[in-house]
């Protein structure tokens, strides 16, 4: 595969909700442009996209894989990101590396939660957006019925770009046909509305159109074209069957023809952010021969070759024995292998332009949302950060062999390096070992790959809930600490408010002392004894948030004045003034929404209820199905799975996602401080 300037190559994510037949997409992608002999099947395990084993087993994608291929003048950069909810670590982090946002949608089960979550991401990302319902062959689809869902959900600027015909065995483009027949629709009046939705990003173009009345040329509608996708004035909707090839032609040169190059889409959300001055944009040129500015959105730890770091490239070229830096660092290392990705295969390139995506090895400086360029002139350049779903679902963890616990934390650290949705917490009151992820998905195919590729075996159990604490009110806090032991001894006094924040503040220490009663030497020493006490917990053993620690006044000594002092004199008037301000209990609470039979509704909302749930609304879904929206806590989902199998005969589904922190109820809050009083009592 041979090097195209910026202008011939596209970025693209395959985007969507489980099951849409992303990987079956690409496949008949790559197999229509001549890139593969042949395409593979999922079922089978035999995808260029669905290599890793674990993969294979789940029969669905569980990391976003690269592909390329070229058709016509024209090479595609395509990405295949998982669609459960549980992934959406890896579908996110790719939305970064492209300019076009492909929506696929089964039309058998319409649009469903990632669906929904993936297109309104894209939007606000500033990416294109084009719609593909795929499985348009398949048996009980009613594609009018599913087009004026889309339309009513996600706007009337989604308008057909082409239409089935022959029961769905070819797939009609609109823009070069003005007449003919369709499985459904009226071709003329589809390419009417799609003429009109484009001209009106032209006046001029609009003007001569509106008076003689004919359409314009491929030409003339290509660049108005471009800025309606930019806009979000027009979000195309394309129609295939990956199964049978039925539109994959017809949507490779949408992609081709349509899609952005790297000068055509918006530009990347590129910011200065020098320590001290507030951040300013900072505008990326696809300019090849410019200074290189590529972002990492993807680590992957490969037994073979090590870390290896999958970019794109925004401004500049990457060489092969070039010399990048990452981030503000001051050492830059050497770029000993280029890699293009197909797949699991590595091919070594020897540089890549704008608009290219391509991965560095045996790096270990390169970091996930790391910015690379080769001149110190971009520092502190950054890209805007993405949001992703915080992982609440939790397993504590423990190896079953003795002497394999730092292999434990050495393989867990790899594991949060390349996914940004699964963390690991060490809680050292209790001695657990907690992984938490973005549900029981999630986590399991974690510990499938421990096991498989590292030969790790654990044993698992229900972690302890991520409780907190704050406190409801202001409060002074006070402590002396003085300490002889024969020779020198220890001193430090401190005085110091507390005050809350809103929920989600985080934390504020603040020095107002004056006069130098407390040397300026000793305040690092007072912030970090407060926040030892915060992070320990006062009243339940859970870390305090959302507050302001104000330091007004103390005192010193000359002699016995130590930081070890002033530590503990922080910790402890932290602890004295915390206990005053009213402390609370907080838990975290969970957006959830289940999937399932309508005729479980009733029995469903009404099991929610009882573990002090607040439904928030029902969605009618497609094939007798509804969608159940609501805030739960997350003490009480320690068996939801369960649970909902029973109630629904095994055909429910739910996915949760942080919402907020919510105080407990006053039992359970007296139940968790009587236990940390118990636990302290006896470690004392």
Not at 143 to 166: M, T, Y
Not at 259 to 273: D, I, Q, T
Not at 301 to 326: A, E, N, S, Y
Not at 592 to 599: F, N, S
Request: net charge negative; hydrophobic share 40%; glycine share 10%.
């Amino acid at each position: 595969m041979s090097q195209k300037p910026s202008a011939q190559l596209r970025a693209v994510a395959l985007v969507g909700h489980g099951a849409a037949g992303k990987t079956t997409l690409a496949e008949s992608l790559l197999a229509a442009a001549g890139a593969i002999k042949g395409r593979g099947s999922v079922e089978k395990g035999n995808t260029v996209c669905d290599f890793d084993p674990i993969e294979k087993d789940m029969g669905h994608s569980l990391q976003a894989s690269l592909v390329s291929l070229d058709w016509g003048d024209t090479q595609v950069h395509l990405i295949d990101t998982p669609g459960y909810p549980d992934f959406a670590g890896q579908a996110i982090a790719a939305l970064a590396a492209v300019d076009t946002a492909l929506v696929v949608i089964n039309a058998q089960t319409g649009i469903e939660l990632s669906t929904e979550r993936m297109f309104t991401l894209a939007g606000e990302r500033g990416l294109c957006r084009m719609i593909v319902i795929n499985k348009i062959d398949a048996d009980n689809v009613d594609l009018p019925a599913l087009v004026a869902d889309i339309r009513e959900r996600f706007g009337k600027q989604c308008l057909l770009l082409d239409l089935p015909v022959h029961h769905a065995q070819e797939v009609v483009e609109l823009l070069g046909h003005d007449s003919g027949e369709s499985d459904f629709a009226c071709v003329a009046a589809a390419h009417r509305s799609l003429i009109d939705q484009i001209v009106e990003e032209d006046d001029r173009l609009m003007a001569r159109y509106l008076e003689d009345g004919t359409d314009p040329s491929a030409q003339e509608l290509h660049a108005p074209f471009e800025r309606a996708l930019r806009t979000g004035h027009l979000i195309p909707i394309l129609f295939v069957s990956a199964k049978t090839g039925a539109g994959v032609p017809q949507l490779l040169d949408a992609l081709a023809k349509l899609a952005p190059s790297p000068a055509e889409a918006n530009p990347p959300l590129f910011y200065r952010g020098e320590p001290g001055q507030a951040p300013r944009a900072f505008a990326a040129q696809p300019d090849a021969t410019l200074h290189v500015l590529a972002h990492v959105f993807k680590v992957v730890i490969d037994p073979f070759i090590g870390k290896l770091g999958v970019f794109r490239v925004h401004q500049g070229t990457v060489r092969r024995d070039g010399q990048l830096f990452v981030g503000s660092a001051k050492r830059p290392f050497k770029v000993a292998h280029l890699y293009r990705l197909q797949g699991k295969d590595y091919f070594e390139v020897p540089e890549l332009v704008p608009g290219d995506i391509g991965a560095v090895a045996k790096v270990d400086e390169v970091e996930f949302d790391g910015v690379l360029h080769d001149s110190h002139d971009e520092d502190h350049i950054h890209l805007k950060a993405l949001e992703f779903p915080q992982p609440m679902h939790g397993l504590a963890v423990q190896t079953r062999r003795k002497g394999d616990e730092q292999r434990l934390f050495e393989i867990l650290h790899k594991l949060e390096l390349e996914d940004p949705c699964f963390k690991v917490e060490r809680h050292p009151s209790t001695n657990e070992t907690v992984i938490r992820g973005l549900g029981e998905m999630h986590l399991r195919a974690k510990l499938a790959r421990m096991q498989q590729q590292y030969k790790l075996e654990l044993d698992t159990s229900a972690p302890q809930i991520a409780y907190r604490e704050t406190i409801t009110s202001g409060a002074d806090g006070h402590c002396r600490h003085k300490k002889q032991s024969g020779g020198a001894g220890q001193f430090g006094e401190v005085m110091l408010r507390v005050e809350p924040l809103e929920r989600g503040a985080g934390f504020e220490f603040v020095d107002i002392v004056k006069g130098g009663a407390i040397p300026g030497v000793f305040m690092a020493a007072v912030e970090k004894g407060v926040r030892q006490a915060l992070a320990e917990g006062v009243v339940a053993g859970f870390p305090v948030h959302d507050m302001r620690v104000i330091v007004h006044d103390g005192k010193t000594h000359a002699v016995d004045g130590k930081e070890v002092a002033f530590i503990a004199a922080g910790r402890k008037a932290t602890v004295d003034a915390v206990r005053k301000a009213n402390p609370i209990v907080l838990e975290p609470v969970v957006k959830i929404e289940v999937l399932a039979p309508e005729a479980a509704i009733g029995d469903l909302t009404g099991d929610l209820a009882s573990k002090r749930a607040q439904v928030t609304g029902t969605q009618p879904r497609p094939a007798g199905t509804v969608a159940i929206n609501g805030l739960v806590p997350l003490a009480e989902l320690d068996d939801y799975q369960g649970r909902l199998k029973s109630l629904t005969g095994g055909q429910g589904s739910y996915s949760v996602g942080f919402s907020h922190y919510a105080q407990v109820p006053d039992q359970t809050q007296q139940q968790l401080v009587s236990q940390f009083k118990s636990v302290s009592a006896a470690d004392d």
